[in-house]
């Protein structure tokens, strides 16, 4: 006979506590959290410490809600779970359709030119290098092994000349790394983006982030804004938003950018 599962670990208060603390909405379909930055998804690679594992400490009884879409251990923002196998299956089929409509925002090095725009570079992953992808042009994608197709929206919020920008992020596409790997390419990486950004973002002999003109965290500077989905059991339009993780409000502040100068949706009336 096959051995039994072995026990989930034991959930710590602290976590508990933690993980509650990142509810943003909840009814009985849903649980929507803003995942705090550097808090993986899921486990692996020795990882035990993940929003799959704490979920049971978000319910007092019954089955833990379930993931149905993920984001990068150091992405801040929207997490949306669900609260039953149907209202997991109606949003799993909800993402596979592209009826969502997530919107990003980053803090890059330079500033995009044009100010708005779509990125349209394939994705393959780099030879001997795991969890990285590289950027094929789109017309090489068929050609290319493992390829897949990736496209971007953009657009600039506020830019501090050309050393730093605000910029919201539409992804079309969900590739992995794909937002981080699109705007390297664009020559302006997210800042403290250690896998894409390279040395763009050091100054040799001024430090690290130097040509930000200010003391800015080199933890990643990309947040699941928000994300509007079609209610599993009503239908209706919503839209859920998630506030800056304070490594981010710190950037903001320094730069004199306020969350509430940007438009809800900055993608509104683009085709």
């Not at 990003?104 to 044009?114: H, K």
């Not at 390279?198 to 003391?215: I, K, P």
Request: with cysteine; hydrophobic share 40%; proline share 9%.
């Amino acid at each position: 006979e096959a051995a039994p599962p072995p026990p989930a670990p034991r959930i710590g208060e602290a976590d508990a506590r933690m993980i509650r603390a990142a509810v943003i909405f909840r009814d009985d379909d849903l649980i929507v959290l803003n995942k705090p930055p550097g808090l993986a998804v899921q486990g692996g690679s020795g990882t035990t410490r993940h929003v799959d594992a704490l979920a049971p400490a978000l319910v007092e009884a019954g089955p833990p809600p379930r993931l149905v879409h993920r984001l990068d251990r150091d992405t801040s923002g929207v997490l949306l779970l669900a609260r039953s196998p149907r209202a997991a299956a109606a949003l799993a089929r909800a993402f596979h359709a592209r009826e969502t409509r997530k919107v990003y925002w980053a803090l890059v090095a330079g500033c995009p030119a044009p100010r708005a725009g779509t990125i349209r570079f394939g994705l393959v992953k780099a030879r001997g290098e795991a969890e990285r992808m590289v950027c094929i042009h789109p017309d090489a994608v068929a050609d290319t092994p493992g390829a897949r197709h990736a496209v971007t929206d953009y657009v600039v919020i506020e830019a501090v000349g050309r050393r730093a920008a605000w910029v919201a992020l539409s992804p079309v596409t969900g590739r992995t790394h794909q937002l981080r790997a699109h705007m390297a390419e664009l020559g302006n990486p997210v800042i403290g983006d250690g896998k894409y950004g390279g040395r763009s973002q050091v100054n040799d002999g001024s430090g690290w982030g130097a040509h930000l003109g200010g003391e800015v965290s080199r933890k990643l500077h990309l947040h699941a804004r928000s994300l509007t989905i079609d209610h599993p059991r009503t239908g209706r339009r919503i839209t859920f938003t998630a506030p800056l993780p304070a490594h981010m409000a710190r950037s903001w502040a320094l730069f004199g950018w306020n969350e509430g100068d940007a438009p809800p949706d900055p993608f509104a009336g683009r085709s």
